[in-house]
């Protein structure tokens, strides 16, 4: 069992940026992919970017060239680095890791864009 504690969460001005951490309780050295998801009220939860363990990124076209996923091998973190933030993408974003045939998710951190 894998635990994943998100971070980084908050209210934001249009335009202002965040930076969201995931934090796991074992090594991610070798997990297959991390990613980050976001569920939106009355949507359902989207992929927003996802990490593989060779570095490979991909992301969804809404946050193409504003967001950016990293990950820390050493301190076992996945980081999303949101700017340009926008009213739209106001949701629970929720860190995930998939590897080997199992899913993990964290529990949530509450992005809020708005003036």
């Known amino acids: 069992q894998v635990q994943l504690v998100e971070s980084g969460g908050g209210l934001v001005q249009p335009g202002g940026s965040l930076r969201l951490s995931c934090t796991a309780s074992?090594?991610?050295?070798?997990?297959?992919?991390m990613g980050w998801y976001r569920q939106a009220p009355g949507k359902q939860r989207e992929l927003v970017a996802i990490?593989?363990?060779?570095?490979?990124?991909n992301y969804a076209d809404s946050v193409k060239g504003r967001f950016t996923i990293s990950r820390d091998n050493v301190k076992n973190t996945v980081y999303l680095q949101m700017n340009s933030l926008k009213p739209e993408d106001t949701a629970v974003y929720y860190c995930?890791?998939?590897?080997?045939?199992?899913?993990?998710w964290g529990q949530g951190t509450q992005v809020t864009v708005s003036s």
């Open positions: 995930n890791q998939y590897d080997r045939g199992f899913t993990y």
């Open positions: 074992r090594s991610i050295f070798s997990v297959n992919v």
């Open positions: 990490i593989t363990s060779g570095g490979g990124t």
